[in-house]
């Protein structure tokens, strides 16, 4: 299972930081409007007015039900409703209370014979001129687009910067933040509406962009790269700058989908778009060139994951996006957003088409609405354009992204004031600095230390670290009660060797566990970061499930120690482990190894054979030598470095794994001689309004004679309450063996594309889920027990009734329907087993759970 403390780092951070933020601070007194503008005449509701505070550049706009609210923290005296070819209003305002303010509008007589003003009536998209329109722009898109020009090149400036947000007056005087009063220096309240904001984090990048037509290519060259950092004992930096560039990515119009904080929203101007949107004409702008329409447009279903806004377009036949504004409704299935504003902006370069020339994409992110939270903002500027002009080879060549200067040299602000293409914001401007100073206060320092422990499970006490914590107590029917304590160097001991250690002891069979292990790094870079070159050597002497193969948690986590059915057979393990790692920055690594372990089956499990006069005869252990080889290939991989695994930030991109497995017969007294090869696709399918699924295609051969059936695959298999992606959840465990399987693994999230529909379900923001496991497969007779004495014979029940299986009669499928985002962390899972229903011991339905915290 993968707990809510190997998530990315960050993520469930910030909704920590949320929950103890909420928990103390009271906003300050603020002024509350709502509404509903309607047709003074007609009643009929005005989607799309704009309500304006006069004097302020603060406004909002109703939606498409006329429907309106703000929230201003001063006090203002008088709104402001304007709408085409209605006369303008006015209305006060009382300072201080939540109020409704229901405004009537009446036609301006005076434009009458210039524009024709509809109700609300029943939408439709046939004889409708703004989706006529849409269509026009949706047919001009390929000529719009930056692939219509051979060549491209430009130069781009990226900033992102998070702050607290939505803070109360009286926020920094509370006694928290006694000693960090710097940082409210130059706090700013006129962002986001007026709300309090506190600057906490920035990046700016400043990078040549070459493009190529055919091939195919977007190089982007870095020019210079500047961040605040924090302390790489508690936050892998690179990752958190990584998972921040992944939750505020490009947002590019003419995509068909547009990725905002992981998730696909449909592009406004997408070929499907019509069928998921409403759209209006609002205006006619004469005083621009070209003329411009503006369009408005809301999703059909406010709670989908799309967009509303509006899009002026110009009317030069070319039909081009001159300037776009994105939000969400805020009924969308969208978890902790509270806020979201994108501003697209365009210039007519020399070859005729609107190329971009600015993009800002502001998130806030909170567990409510009057909560504090968390905003982010990513601005990006482009300029220097230059069309049709080819370049060297060289240009184009080797990854998509790669650095044009020196990351060893630091540039400073005298070299960023003149290289940004946008002065910083006033919160902006003490960010770095601030960073800095909070490193070397203690009691910052100490909450770092106390958030470390409990998200990844290690207490640091600078050469070495304590953890994880959460294997410390366990309990399984062959240890009875577990107790574990380990440990390992950090780079404070040395940047090029590092030792780790644990010991455990199992109270009901009285016996020591230990691990040992020493590795060497030969690129002087911690052995947990990007890129790898180390060899490790190792000892381990523990327990094992045959067959539980866990990805992202130990085997002896707590929360694994509760199971389901019989689990009385175990294995004791001496594993003795060389292995070399790898890795480029192309994302290609390779890993080679060479493992020695001894097995001895423990509970009720017994490695049995028949002796030369055919009597069963109880084989103490087994012991194995192996050469190993894997290869992997994550083209665009990214991830978040937590204290024990790389958390993967999933991409579009598919991943290959090939391993290869020598069985060394004689050596260090192996027994056995085979070649198993196997090799794994995985890839996240994105499905644009229904979702994405994970999909995992794998196969196995094992080549030889003769091999033992633990040497066998004993295929993945979940005994536990939680629902595992990477085994079979109603499979027991060893209750099937093969040498040689293929297999598909199927996660489909709908994202409540159906939940949406249905009135009583959408204002829970659930989310549908399917999962589909199919797993073909035999044995050879050479390798089957049943046909070869000499083997070891497949285990047995206490009535002598076998409980491992081949898989020759049919496939082994198993299929489950779910709920997702459950308190927007919690998936629920009612599992089908659909073949090999009369093997012993099996369940046909399960109910299974898993925490899964996401946006």
Not at 134 to 144: F, P, S, T, W
Not at 332 to 337: E, P, V
Request: with cysteine; charged share 25%; proline share 4%.
């Amino acid at each position: 299972m993968k707990t809510i403390s190997k998530s990315i780092w960050l993520k469930v951070f910030l909704i920590i930081c949320l929950a103890q933020i909420a928990s103390g601070t009271a906003i300050a007194q603020s002024t509350t409007i709502k509404g509903t503008v309607t047709d003074a005449k007609t009643g009929e509701t005005l989607p799309f007015v704009s309500i304006l505070i006069p004097g302020t550049t603060m406004g909002t706009a109703s939606d498409a039900d006329g429907k309106y609210a703000m929230t201003l923290r001063e006090d203002y005296k008088t709104v402001k409703f304007t709408y085409v070819g209605y006369l303008s209003i006015e209305k006060p305002i009382t300072p201080g209370i939540e109020q409704v303010i229901n405004v009537k509008m009446s036609v301006d007589a005076s434009m009458l014979k210039e524009v024709t003003i509809k109700g609300r009536g029943r939408y439709r998209n046939k004889d409708n001129p703004a989706v006529q329109l849409i269509r026009e722009v949706i047919a001009h898109k390929d000529q719009n687009k930056m692939a219509a020009n051979d060549f491209v090149e430009y130069e781009q400036y990226e900033k992102i910067s998070f702050a607290l947000s939505n803070l109360s007056d009286n926020f920094k005087e509370k006694r928290i933040f006694k000693n960090y009063q710097f940082l409210f220096e130059d706090q700013d309240s006129t962002a986001m509406g007026g709300k309090n904001m506190l600057p906490a984090y920035i990046q700016e990048k400043l990078s040549q962009i070459y493009f190529r037509k055919n091939p195919y290519t977007k190089k982007q060259w870095v020019l210079a790269n500047r961040r605040a950092e924090f302390d790489a004992k508690f936050v892998d930096n690179d990752g958190l700058s990584a998972y921040f560039n992944r939750l505020y990515e490009d947002v590019n119009l003419y995509e068909n989908d547009i990725s905002i904080a992981t998730n696909l929203l449909l592009s406004p101007i997408a070929n499907s778009a019509p069928t998921f949107y409403k759209f209006f004409i609002r205006d006619t702008i004469k005083t621009e060139t070209p003329w411009l329409v503006e369009l408005g447009f809301v999703p059909r279903n406010k709670t989908d994951m799309l967009f509303e806004g509006k899009l002026y377009i110009t009317l030069d036949g070319n039909y081009g996006v001159q300037n776009a504004y994105l939000t969400v409704n805020k009924d969308i299935n969208l978890n902790f957003m509270r806020d979201l504003e994108a501003r697209l902006e365009y210039e007519k370069g020399p070859d005729g088409r609107y190329h971009p020339t600015k993009t800002t994409l502001g998130m806030e992110f909170a567990l409510g609405e009057k909560n504090a939270g968390f905003y982010g903002q990513r601005v990006v500027n482009f300029k220097n354009y230059t069309v049709n002009q080819s370049r060297p080879d060289s240009v184009y060549s080797g990854p998509s992204e790669q650095v044009a200067f020196n990351p060893d040299v630091k540039t400073g602000e005298a070299f960023w004031a003149g290289a940004r293409h946008l002065p910083l914001e006033k919160m902006e401007l003490n960010i770095y600095r601030n960073v800095d100073t909070l490193q070397t206060i203690p009691s910052f320092r100490r909450t770092m230390d106390i958030a470390t422990l409990f998200l990844s499970g290690y207490k640091s006490f600078g050469k070495v670290e304590v953890g994880p914590v959460n294997t410390f107590y366990s309990f399984n029917p062959v240890e009875g009660f577990r107790l574990r304590f380990g440990g390992r160097t950090t780079t404070d001991f040395s940047k090029r060797f590092y030792l780790e250690t644990y010991a455990a002891y199992g109270f009901k069979d009285q016996k020591w566990k230990y691990f040992l292990s020493g590795t060497y790094s030969f690129n002087n870079k911690s052995v947990y970061h990007f890129p790898l070159n180390y060899i490790r050597a190792s000892y381990q002497r523990d327990t094992k499930i045959p067959g539980q193969d866990l990805q992202f948690v130990q085997e002896d986590n707590f929360l694994l120690s509760f199971k389901r059915g019989d689990n009385n057979r175990w294995l004791y393990n001496d594993v003795y482990k060389l292995e070399y790692v790898r890795e480029f920055e192309s994302r290609f690594s390779y890993k080679i190894g060479f493992t020695n372990w001894r097995q001895t089956p423990a509970g009720i499990l017994r490695y049995e054979k028949l002796d030369n006069e055919g009597v069963l005869e109880n084989v103490g252990g087994l012991s194995n030598t192996e050469a190993n080889l894997e290869l992997r290939y994550a083209p665009h991989e990214q991830y978040y470095q937590g204290k024990l695994y790389r958390t993967p930030i999933i991409n579009k991109y598919p991943i290959f794994t090939l391993r290869y497995n020598a069985g060394l017969k004689g050596v260090f007294e192996g027994q056995n001689r085979y070649h198993n090869v196997s090799a794994n696709i995985a890839k996240r399918v994105y499905l644009s309004q229904f979702g994405y699924a994970d999909v995992t295609a794998e196969g196995s051969y094992i080549f030889g004679n003769n091999v033992l059936f633990p040497l066998l695959t004993i295929h993945r298999a979940n005994q536990t309450y939680a629902y595992q992606l990477n085994s079979y959840n109603l499979m027991n465990f060893l209750e099937f063996v093969s040498d040689h399987y293929a297999s598909l693994d199927v996660q489909y999230y709908m994202n409540g594309f159906l939940f949406n529909k249905i009135p009583l379900l959408k204002k829970l923001k659930l989310r549908e889920v399917f999962s589909f496991k199919g797993l073909m497969g035999g044995l050879r007779d050479e390798n089957n027990p049943a046909n070869n004495p000499a083997l070891f014979r497949f285990p047995v029940d206490e009535n002598g009734k076998p409980i491992s299986y081949t898989l020759s009669r049919e496939p082994y499928i198993e299929g489950s329907v779910g709920i997702a985002n459950i308190f927007k962390l919690l998936r629920v899972d009612l599992v089908k087993r659909f073949t090999y229903l009369d093997n012993p011991n099996v369940s046909e339905w399960g109910i299974r759970a898993r925490f899964r915290l996401d946006f």
